[in-house]
């Protein structure tokens, strides 16, 4: 896949600025820490093992805010990194993987675990979606950084 | 060049096998960020709620004292993968100046757990007042400053290269 043939890497910004690259990741770092970060924290209240006298609804509710926050500082800093090197990252294994989990990710979290700690379901549904959400996220991390290594 | 007994401890052989396994070190370093989704998230929103812009709705013991065991979880993930990397690349990493600042800033934010210990530990405290006290709430802005200072400078020694003999793009991540 080469789709940006005619794209010429060498007078993006990111790869003649010392500093507009690094700078990128650091932010892209931040944004999926508190994004997932904020996440997680619903998990662990579906799981029943986290953050007990708060209720799913209301920690969803309460971190709504700061979760987008977070993931779209992520996605405007990555399309950047991504711009560095497009063909690299299209061809690129592990990227194609992390995309593909990024996509289900964010469907799934604005869609089924939404749902689910809002209703405030308990038990086999409310772990499953937990266990479910905190995969997804980690597959999403895990493919990110595989990109420099395969 | 590194001392001697930093050589070794890059030489001993689990750090070896870690450093020159295509599998182990990018899992440790996915281990490293999943620690900082877990940590830097539940450590921000702990600020938040202490600085009064996040979760207010919720009592300040409840939102410190529920995400303490998971910002614990989160810390010991990401320094213990991190201190399994650092070790794999001792002697690539000890020159590196950006690795001198990050432990510096170390230093300071146990400076900062010791100054401030009074803040997260009687939290309940908080509950009762009606404001939150500027002690605490410095407290949560200058750990968000020191921690974010760390992921810039984690980030940094990616780009170090010593002067005079590059090192391969491919050594350090």
């Known amino acids: 896949m080469a789709l940006f043939l005619a794209y010429d890497v060498a007078n993006n910004p990111l790869n003649t600025n010392e500093w507009a690259f690094p700078v990128c990741e650091v932010l892209h770092i931040l944004g999926f820490a508190v994004g997932i970060g904020t996440i997680t924290m619903v998990d662990l209240r579906l799981l029943g093992i986290g953050l007990k006298k708060e209720s799913a609804a209301d920690l969803w509710k309460g971190t709504f805010a700061w979760t987008l926050a977070g993931l779209a500082l992520a996605l405007i800093t990555g399309p950047l990194i991504f711009s560095s090197d497009p063909n690299m990252y299209l061809r690129n294994a592990s990227f194609r993987f992390k995309l593909t989990a990024l996509a289900l990710a964010i469907i799934y979290n604005y869609t089924i675990h939404r749902w689910v700690a809002l209703k405030q379901a308990s038990g086999a549904l409310a772990v499953l979606t937990g266990v479910i959400s905190l995969v997804l996220w980690a597959s999403v991390i895990f493919g990110g950084i595989f990109i420099a290594f395969v | ?173």
């Open chain 2, 1 to 173: 060049m590194p001392p001697e007994f930093i050589q070794a401890l890059q030489n001993m052989s689990l750090a070896t096998a870690i450093r020159e396994s295509a599998l182990v070190f990018p899992v440790i370093l996915s281990l490293h960020l999943t620690g900082m989704g877990l940590f830097g998230g539940m450590i921000l929103m702990t600020d938040l709620r202490l600085l009064g812009i996040a979760l207010t709705k919720h009592p300040v013991s409840d939102i410190v004292n529920g995400l303490r065991p998971w910002k614990h979880l989160g810390l010991t993930l990401t320094a213990g993968c991190g201190i399994l990397l650092l070790w794999s690349k001792a002697a690539i990493y000890y020159p590196n100046p950006y690795l001198h600042i990050k432990l510096a800033l170390f230093v300071l934010i146990i400076i900062h757990a010791i100054v401030f210990r009074g803040v997260y530990r009687n939290v309940t405290d908080l509950d009762r007042s009606a404001v939150i006290p500027g002690r605490a709430k410095l407290a949560a802005a200058l750990s968000l400053v020191l921690w974010l200072s760390v992921l810039t400078a984690g980030r940094w020694i990616g780009y170090w290269e010593p002067k005079g003999a590059p090192v391969n793009a491919a050594q350090v991540n």
